[in-house]
Antibody, heavy 118, light 110 residues
Framework: EVLLVESGGGLVRPGGSLRLSCATS????????MHWVRQATGRGLEWVSL???????YFADSVKGRFTISRENAKNSLYLQMNSLRADDTAVYYC????????????WGQGTLVTVSS | QSALTQPASVSGSPGQSITISCTGS?????????VSWYQQHPSNAPKLMIY???KRPSGVSNRFSGSKSGNTASLIISGLQAEDEADYYC??????????FGGGTKLTVL
């Protein structure tokens, strides 16, 4: 069974940093692309970042230069380092698996809430 | 990276069919056969319902189908059931290894 479990969310002040983690199981992480998608309370979904199976990284314009994505295949883990956080980064952050570009988000974690507030 | 356009809400009675539209541009929906649809019940994570414009993952009811014409994709749900009441999001590949979602549509089963 494919499982994705996010952690690391919490309350952080504007300008601060936070590192999210996603523990994966039930599949071989190194064979898959992995994404982060976020959802502000009562709002829609927003694609945030992709790390390809080969390690290439991509970001939405809204987070480019502030967020980095990484993976440790040996630890079955995905990460999102978030710096220079702003109030509009407040959202539930989901870790999702991508099975090629045809199936970008086939499995989702339960999400972790990040709140940016003073 | 402008969001795709979906109606805010649609409704239908049990047993009826409904269609949710998703309008993008020639840079995303109209340029790739890579539209996917997601169902999200309150307080739950989204679930993949349609991928590659028209394909259905195993385990998803055949009451759900997808279509596309030009820059507009559609999700069709036939034989509406109470359990279909949820938010639905479309998503398209937008080039450059980026993706764009629609704003979401709330489906109410009357």
């Amino acid at each position: 069974e494919v499982l994705l479990v996010e952690s690391g969310g919490g309350l952080v002040r504007p300008g601060g940093s936070l590192r999210l983690s996603c523990a994966t199981s039930g599949f071989t992480l190194s064979n898959y692309d992995m994404h982060w998608v976020r959802q502000a309370t009562g709002r829609g979904l927003e694609w945030v970042s992709l790390i390809g199976s080969t390690g290439d990284t991509y970001f939405a314009d809204s987070v480019k230069g502030r967020f980095t994505i990484s993976r440790e295949n040996a630890k079955n883990s995905l990460y999102l380092q978030m710096n220079s956080l702003r109030a509009d980064d407040t959202a539930v952050y989901y870790c999702t698996r991508g099975d090629g570009y045809n199936t970008p988000f086939d499995y989702w974690g339960q999400g972790t809430l990040v709140t940016v507030s003073s | 990276q402008s969001a795709l356009t979906q109606p805010a809400s649609v409704s239908g009675s049990p047993g009826q069919s409904i269609t949710i539209s998703c309008t993008g541009s020639s840079s995303d929906v109209g340029n790739y056969n890579l539209v996917s649809w997601y169902q999200q019940h309150p307080s739950n994570a989204p679930k993949l319902m349609i991928y590659g414009d028209t394909k259905r993952p195993s385990g998803v009811s055949n009451r759900f189908s997808g279509s596309k014409s030009g820059n507009t994709a559609s999700l069709i749900i036939s034989g509406l059931q109470a359990e279909d009441e949820a938010d639905y999001y479309c998503c398209s590949y937008a080039g450059g290894s980026t993706w764009v979602f629609g704003g979401g549509t709330k489906l109410t089963v009357l």
